[in-house]
């Protein structure tokens, strides 16, 4: 994914041992109480009074989250994820799941990993199922379109009967739906991709007209390919880290650890390098 590696210098994970398919949740419901880790070997450790959480993300979602042309898992919530549990006390990182986006409830559900890490909004919907952190970023969505093409929509009115796309599970989706129920566009005309890597692709192949997709996310691939944004949806979202309902500790430390890094420097650090203009 050459297009997106923005940064001639990219943050390490610090120590977090990104592994893309290693399954299992380690850390229970995150009470802070003892480690049972799993090695590269198939083995466990155990540490008294620490904590090892696995994180889980949904890559494919730059500057977010998304695969380095070294194979690596980087991104904004990568390095912010980390930076956040090594200021906690009694909680250390796992190795990382990479999930599609619509997977990541039910992996917390499930226990395979205890703290969704993926620019996921916070709602009502999702707050009945999840618990949240306090928010650590604010959105919109923007209405992606090719560069140097006719088509500029302003309004949502303008996408009328045209071919749009959106990721699996996102507010993306939600406002492809909402168009399809108010009859702007028909069902056959609503494309949606596992990641917004592949729809902006549809897009740039002229195989849809416009992208629905958050803000930050589209100004990084308006920076790496042919594409513009059109008008922006205000929707006035809010990005949490989840976690299980009832992981009560683990969302506190969580929290603190977000109010640390924001105090120390180190949040606006880290947008600065991952949002900055080139």
Known sequence: MSDFNRRTFIKSVG??????????????????????????????????????ITPGTASGFPPFEFVNDSGDLVGFDVDLLSAVVERTDGYELGSWEDLEFNQLIVALDNGNID?????????DERDQTIDFSDPYYD????????????FRPESKSDLADRPLGAQSGTTGKDQLDSLVEDGTISNSQANTYENYVLAVQDLVNRNIDAVIVDTPVAETFVANRNVVVSFT???????GFGVR????????????????????????????EWFASE
Do not use: F, H, P
Request: include cysteine; charged fraction near 15%.
């Open 115 to 123: 703290v969704a890490a993926a620019a996921m909004t916070i709602n």
């Open 233 to 239: 949806i205000e929707t006035g979202e809010q990005y």
């Open 139 to 150: 959105a919109n969505q923007a209405v992606l379109v090719r560069e140097g093409g006719s």
């Open 15 to 52: 120590g977090t041992g990104v592994a893309l398919t290693l399954a299992g949740c380690t850390g229970g419901d995150g009470d802070g109480s003892t480690t049972t880790g799993t090695t590269a070997s198939g083995d466990t450790t155990t540490t008294a009074d620490v904590t090892t």
């Open 245 to 272: 309902e009832n992981a009560s500790d683990l969302q506190t430390a969580l929290n603190e650890g977000l109010q640390a890094v924001q105090d120390d420097g180190t949040y606006a650090d880290l947008t600065e």
